[in-house]
Protein backbone atom coordinates (compact mmCIF):
# COMPACT_ATOMS: atom_id res chain seq x y z
CA UNK A 1 0.00 0.00 0.00
CA UNK A 2 1.43 3.11 -0.88
CA UNK A 3 1.65 6.30 1.37
CA UNK A 4 -0.79 8.66 1.19
CA UNK A 5 1.54 11.94 1.31
CA UNK A 6 4.29 10.28 -0.75
CA UNK A 7 5.07 12.84 -3.48
CA UNK A 8 6.76 10.34 -5.89
CA UNK A 9 2.41 8.90 -5.76
CA UNK A 10 1.11 9.59 -9.13
CA UNK A 11 -3.18 9.78 -7.80
CA UNK A 12 -6.03 11.98 -7.39
CA UNK A 13 -7.20 13.46 -4.46
CA UNK A 14 -10.00 10.50 -4.25
CA UNK A 15 -7.21 7.61 -3.87
CA UNK A 16 -5.08 10.13 -1.82
CA UNK A 17 -7.89 10.56 0.37
CA UNK A 18 -8.53 6.75 1.20
CA UNK A 19 -5.05 6.20 2.28
CA UNK A 20 -5.54 9.43 4.12
CA UNK A 21 -8.64 7.46 5.89
CA UNK A 22 -6.84 4.21 5.94
CA UNK A 23 -3.54 5.63 7.00
CA UNK A 24 -4.34 8.75 9.60
CA UNK A 25 -7.86 8.23 10.61
CA UNK A 26 -8.50 5.03 11.13
CA UNK A 27 -11.49 2.96 10.68
CA UNK A 28 -14.13 3.44 13.19
CA UNK A 29 -12.87 7.10 14.13
CA UNK A 30 -13.98 10.35 13.16
CA UNK A 31 -12.62 13.53 10.95
CA UNK A 32 -13.75 16.61 9.83
CA UNK A 33 -13.47 19.08 6.75
CA UNK A 34 -11.26 21.16 8.51
CA UNK A 35 -8.56 18.21 8.77
CA UNK A 36 -9.26 17.47 5.33
CA UNK A 37 -8.47 20.63 4.53
CA UNK A 38 -5.18 20.90 6.05
CA UNK A 39 -4.13 17.03 4.87
CA UNK A 40 -4.92 18.58 1.19
CA UNK A 41 -4.21 22.34 1.03
CA UNK A 42 -5.38 23.96 -1.93
CA UNK A 43 -6.85 21.32 -3.50
CA UNK A 44 -10.56 22.28 -4.35
CA UNK A 45 -13.32 20.22 -3.06
CA UNK A 46 -11.40 17.73 -1.66
CA UNK A 47 -13.88 16.35 1.26
CA UNK A 48 -16.33 15.79 -2.36
CA UNK A 49 -13.36 13.54 -4.03
CA UNK A 50 -13.31 11.79 -0.46
CA UNK A 51 -16.93 11.69 -0.18
CA UNK A 52 -16.29 9.88 -4.12
CA UNK A 53 -15.38 6.53 -2.35
CA UNK A 54 -18.74 5.79 -1.23
CA UNK A 55 -19.66 4.80 -4.78
CA UNK A 56 -16.52 1.91 -4.30
CA UNK A 57 -18.41 0.75 -0.86
CA UNK A 58 -16.58 3.15 1.49
CA UNK A 59 -19.10 4.24 4.38
CA UNK A 60 -18.44 7.63 5.90
CA UNK A 61 -21.60 8.40 8.41
CA UNK A 62 -22.46 11.91 8.84
CA UNK A 63 -25.02 13.24 11.82
CA UNK A 64 -27.21 12.55 9.66
CA UNK A 65 -27.03 8.77 10.34
CA UNK A 66 -25.57 8.85 13.36
CA UNK A 67 -27.40 11.54 15.74
CA UNK A 68 -23.99 11.34 18.10
CA UNK A 69 -21.78 12.97 15.71
CA UNK A 70 -21.61 16.81 15.33
CA UNK A 71 -22.78 18.51 11.70
CA UNK A 72 -18.87 18.96 11.02
CA UNK A 73 -17.87 15.57 12.37
CA UNK A 74 -17.89 12.73 9.87
CA UNK A 75 -17.10 8.60 11.03
CA UNK A 76 -14.91 6.17 8.59
CA UNK A 77 -17.30 3.27 9.62
CA UNK A 78 -15.45 1.07 6.85
CA UNK A 79 -12.83 0.91 3.88
CA UNK A 80 -13.92 -0.68 0.94
CA UNK A 81 -12.48 -1.26 -2.72
CA UNK A 82 -8.49 -0.69 -2.44
CA UNK A 83 -8.69 2.80 -5.08
CA UNK A 84 -5.15 2.72 -4.83
CA UNK A 85 -4.78 -0.33 -7.15
CA UNK A 86 -6.04 0.16 -10.90
CA UNK A 87 -6.93 -2.84 -11.42
CA UNK A 88 -9.01 -3.13 -8.08
CA UNK A 89 -10.37 0.30 -8.93
CA UNK A 90 -10.94 -0.38 -12.89
CA UNK A 91 -12.68 -3.97 -11.69
CA UNK A 92 -15.43 -1.90 -9.23
CA UNK A 93 -15.68 1.07 -11.58
CA UNK A 94 -19.36 2.30 -10.82
CA UNK A 95 -22.27 1.40 -12.78
CA UNK A 96 -24.14 4.20 -14.80
CA UNK A 97 -26.07 6.32 -11.93
CA UNK A 98 -29.63 5.98 -11.11
CA UNK A 99 -31.82 8.76 -11.93
CA UNK A 100 -33.86 10.34 -8.96
CA UNK A 101 -37.36 9.08 -10.71
CA UNK A 102 -35.68 5.03 -10.54
CA UNK A 103 -34.98 5.31 -7.10
CA UNK A 104 -37.97 6.66 -6.12
CA UNK A 105 -39.57 3.99 -8.69
CA UNK A 106 -37.62 1.15 -6.28
CA UNK A 107 -38.03 3.03 -2.92
CA UNK A 108 -42.08 2.76 -3.59
CA UNK A 109 -41.87 -1.02 -4.61
CA UNK A 110 -40.10 -1.97 -1.57
CA UNK A 111 -43.17 0.45 0.52
CA UNK A 112 -40.03 3.04 1.42
CA UNK A 113 -38.29 -0.27 3.75
CA UNK A 114 -35.16 -1.26 4.26
CA UNK A 115 -35.58 -5.20 2.68
CA UNK A 116 -32.81 -6.21 4.94
CA UNK A 117 -34.08 -5.45 8.31
CA UNK A 118 -37.36 -3.73 7.17
CA UNK A 119 -36.46 -0.64 9.28
CA UNK A 120 -38.45 2.66 7.59
CA UNK A 121 -36.55 5.63 6.52
CA UNK A 122 -36.12 8.08 9.14
CA UNK A 123 -36.71 5.32 11.74
CA UNK A 124 -34.53 5.00 15.04
CA UNK A 125 -33.38 1.70 15.25
CA UNK A 126 -34.77 -0.09 18.30
CA UNK A 127 -31.03 -0.89 19.40
CA UNK A 128 -29.70 2.74 19.25
CA UNK A 129 -32.56 5.49 19.14
CA UNK A 130 -29.50 7.74 18.39
CA UNK A 131 -29.37 6.33 14.87
CA UNK A 132 -32.00 7.13 12.51
CA UNK A 133 -32.49 4.97 9.08
CA UNK A 134 -31.22 6.23 6.51
CA UNK A 135 -32.69 4.65 2.83
CA UNK A 136 -30.92 4.46 -0.42
CA UNK A 137 -31.17 2.66 -3.83
CA UNK A 138 -28.44 -0.27 -4.10
CA UNK A 139 -27.27 -3.16 -6.36
CA UNK A 140 -27.16 -6.61 -5.23
CA UNK A 141 -25.80 -9.45 -6.54
CA UNK A 142 -29.11 -12.10 -6.91
CA UNK A 143 -28.78 -15.77 -7.56
CA UNK A 144 -32.19 -16.64 -9.32
CA UNK A 145 -33.54 -19.93 -9.42
CA UNK A 146 -32.18 -20.89 -12.21
CA UNK A 147 -28.60 -20.46 -11.37
CA UNK A 148 -28.30 -17.75 -13.11
CA UNK A 149 -26.62 -14.09 -11.62
CA UNK A 150 -28.14 -11.12 -12.04
CA UNK A 151 -27.34 -7.81 -10.51
CA UNK A 152 -30.79 -6.43 -9.25
CA UNK A 153 -32.10 -2.97 -7.96
CA UNK A 154 -33.27 -3.51 -3.59
CA UNK A 155 -33.63 -0.57 -1.22
CA UNK A 156 -31.82 -0.98 1.79
CA UNK A 157 -30.56 1.31 5.15
CA UNK A 158 -27.26 2.94 5.42
CA UNK A 159 -26.27 0.10 8.58
CA UNK A 160 -27.71 -2.82 6.71
CA UNK A 161 -25.49 -1.89 3.65
CA UNK A 162 -21.99 -0.97 5.75
CA UNK A 163 -22.21 -4.75 7.22
CA UNK A 164 -23.29 -6.29 3.83
CA UNK A 165 -20.49 -8.54 3.50
CA UNK A 166 -20.59 -8.19 -0.49
CA UNK A 167 -22.46 -12.07 -0.53
CA UNK A 168 -25.15 -12.24 -3.52
CA UNK A 169 -28.80 -12.93 -2.30
CA UNK A 170 -29.70 -16.45 -3.43
CA UNK A 171 -33.49 -17.30 -4.48
CA UNK A 172 -32.16 -20.74 -5.05
CA UNK A 173 -31.87 -20.73 -1.29
CA UNK A 174 -34.97 -18.91 -0.06
CA UNK A 175 -36.75 -21.43 -2.28
CA UNK A 176 -35.76 -24.52 -1.35
CA UNK A 177 -35.53 -23.01 2.55
CA UNK A 178 -39.65 -22.70 2.22
CA UNK A 179 -40.20 -26.31 0.95
CA UNK A 180 -39.02 -27.89 3.91
CA UNK A 181 -42.12 -26.24 5.51
CA UNK A 182 -44.88 -28.30 6.57
CA UNK A 183 -47.96 -27.21 3.97
CA UNK A 184 -49.69 -25.40 6.16
CA UNK A 185 -46.62 -22.97 6.86
CA UNK A 186 -45.71 -23.10 2.85
CA UNK A 187 -49.20 -21.35 2.61
CA UNK A 188 -49.08 -18.98 5.22
CA UNK A 189 -46.17 -17.60 4.26
CA UNK A 190 -47.34 -17.96 0.23
CA UNK A 191 -49.87 -15.34 1.85
CA UNK A 192 -47.63 -13.00 3.53
CA UNK A 193 -46.04 -12.84 -0.30
CA UNK A 194 -49.57 -11.55 -1.45
CA UNK A 195 -50.19 -8.82 1.06
CA UNK A 196 -45.96 -7.85 0.57
CA UNK A 197 -46.14 -8.10 4.45
CA UNK A 198 -45.58 -10.76 6.82
CA UNK A 199 -48.70 -11.59 9.21
CA UNK A 200 -48.77 -10.54 12.94
CA UNK A 201 -50.15 -12.85 15.88
CA UNK A 202 -52.42 -11.25 18.72
CA UNK A 203 -49.21 -11.57 20.75
CA UNK A 204 -47.06 -9.76 18.53
CA UNK A 205 -49.91 -6.64 18.06
CA UNK A 206 -49.86 -6.30 21.60
CA UNK A 207 -46.40 -6.14 21.60
CA UNK A 208 -46.17 -3.56 19.16
CA UNK A 209 -48.70 -1.43 20.15
CA UNK A 210 -46.62 -1.37 24.14
CA UNK A 211 -44.02 -0.67 22.26
CA UNK A 212 -45.07 2.34 20.91
CA UNK A 213 -45.81 3.71 24.40
CA UNK A 214 -43.78 6.24 25.94
CA UNK A 215 -41.67 5.22 29.12
CA UNK A 216 -43.84 6.22 31.59
CA UNK A 217 -46.78 4.97 29.81
CA UNK A 218 -44.87 1.81 29.55
CA UNK A 219 -43.46 1.61 33.02
CA UNK A 220 -46.87 2.11 33.96
CA UNK A 221 -48.51 -0.85 32.18
CA UNK A 222 -46.33 -2.88 33.70
CA UNK A 223 -47.03 -2.46 36.93
CA UNK A 224 -50.35 -2.70 36.30
CA UNK A 225 -50.17 -5.99 34.75
CA UNK A 226 -48.42 -7.56 37.72
CA UNK A 227 -50.85 -6.54 40.08
Known amino acids: MPTWDDPKL ?43 LRDYGWVMLTNTEDARLTAEDQRFEKAGVPVWDPVARRAATPQKALSNKEKQAVMARDHYMCTLCGISGGESYHDDSNQTAVLSVTRRKTVLLDGSEETLLATECKRCRSGFNGSPARADEVLAAIKELDPGEQR ?12 TTPLERAWNTYRRLPADAREELRSALRQ
Open 10 to 52: NAGTMVRGALWLVQVIGQGNTFTKEQIRAAFPGVSQADRRIRD
Open 188 to 199: RILRWMDRDRRG
